[in-house]
C-alpha cells in the first residue's frame, strides 16, 4: 500500500505523476498531476486509495470521487494532460507519455501560479518539468500522491473513451476502453480504423495495409498481443 515516506523526505511543495493509456489500440494517453495536502488527507480515501491497476472498477470510481472532492475544499490540487493518437504516431508513445506528464503539471502550475517543488513521477524515465523530478518505479504502490494521479489518469481516459464510444460504435470502446481485446481486433477488420485508432501500433498498421495480414495476426497471437507490441514500442531507444 502507499503512503507518505517519500513525499516527506521531499522539501517543498510535492506532487505526484502518472499516466494511463501507453498500451491500446486507440484513443489518448491521459496523464495527471496531484499535489495532496497531507495535514488534511484522512478518512476512507487514505485507507482505500492504490495504484489504479489495483483497484476494482468501483473502488477506483470511488477514490476519484473523493479526491474530486478533496479538490473543491483545497486538499487537493489536480491537473491533467494528454496527447491524442495523432500525436502518440508521430512522436511515438513514451515522447508522448512525456508529454501529457509535462501537460499535466503544466496546468497544476497554471491553476496554482507556480510550479511545484518536485514532482514524484512514476517509472525510471523523467519528463521535462518546470521543478525538480524524481523518478520512482512502482511508485503508483509507494506513494501516494502517484497513486492518486495514477486513478485520476485512469478514470479520466475511461471517460474519454466511454463518450467516444458513442460516436464510434462497434468497437466495444465502453468496456475495452481502446485495447486491443478479441472484440475489438474484429471491429477493426470489419468496420476499418478511426481517427483515434494509433496507426503506428503494428495491430492497427496491419489493419491499413492488408485485412489479410491483420486477420493472421488475430489468429496466430493471443488478444493481449496489443499490450506486448505497445510495451516494446514503449522502449526508450524508440
Same mark, same amino acid.
Given at each position: ?29 491521459? /496523464?495527471? $498531476? ?53 500525436? *502518440?504516431?508521430?512522436?511515438? *508513445? ?5 508529454? /501529457? ?9 497554471? /491553476? ?33 500522491? *502517484? ?60 489493419? *491499413? ?6 486477420? $493472421? ?22
Amino acid at each position: 500500500m502507499p503512503d507518505f515516506a517519500i513525499e516527506r523526505r521531499c522539501e517543498g511543495v510535492v506532487c505526484g505523476v502518472d499516466e494511463a493509456g501507453r498500451g491500446p489500440l486507440a484513443g489518448p494517453v491521459v /496523464a495527471a $498531476a496531484v499535489i495532496i495536502d497531507r495535514r488534511r488527507f484522512r478518512g476512507e480515501l487514505r485507507g482505500d486509495l492504490d495504484d489504479s491497476k489495483a483497484l476494482t472498477r468501483e473502488l477506483r470510481e470511488s477514490c476519484y470521487r473523493a479526491l474530486l472532492g478533496c479538490a473543491r475544499v483545497g486538499a487537493v490540487s489536480i491537473g491533467v494532460g494528454a496527447a491524442s493518437a495523432r500525436e *502518440i504516431d508521430r512522436i511515438n *508513445i513514451l515522447r508522448a507519455s512525456l508529454l /501529457a506528464m509535462a501537460r499535466a503539471v503544466g496546468v497544476l502550475q497554471l /491553476a496554482l501560479g507556480r510550479a511545484p517543488d518536485i514532482a514524484l513521477v512514476d517509472g525510471n524515465i523523467a519528463p521535462t518539468l518546470p521543478c525538480a523530478v524524481r523518478t520512482v518505479v512502482k511508485g503508483d504502490a509507494r506513494s501516494f500522491s *502517484i497513486a492518486a494521479a495514477s486513478v485520476i489518469a485512469k478514470v479520466t481516459r475511461d471517460r474519454i473513451m466511454h463518450g467516444l464510444a458513442l460516436r464510434y460504435p462497434g468497437y466495444g470502446w465502453e468496456t475495452n476502453v481502446g485495447y486491443g481485446t478479441a472484440e475489438h481486433g474484429e471491429a477493426i477488420r470489419l468496420l476499418g480504423v478511426t481517427p483515434h485508432h494509433r496507426r503506428s501500433f503494428a495491430p492497427v498498421r496491419l489493419a *491499413i495495409s492488408g485485412p489479410a495480414d491483420f486477420f $493472421a495476426l488475430l489468429e496466430a497471437a493471443p488478444p493481449e498481443v496489443a499490450d506486448e507490441v505497445a510495451e516494446v514500442q514503449f522502449s526508450p531507444g524508440n
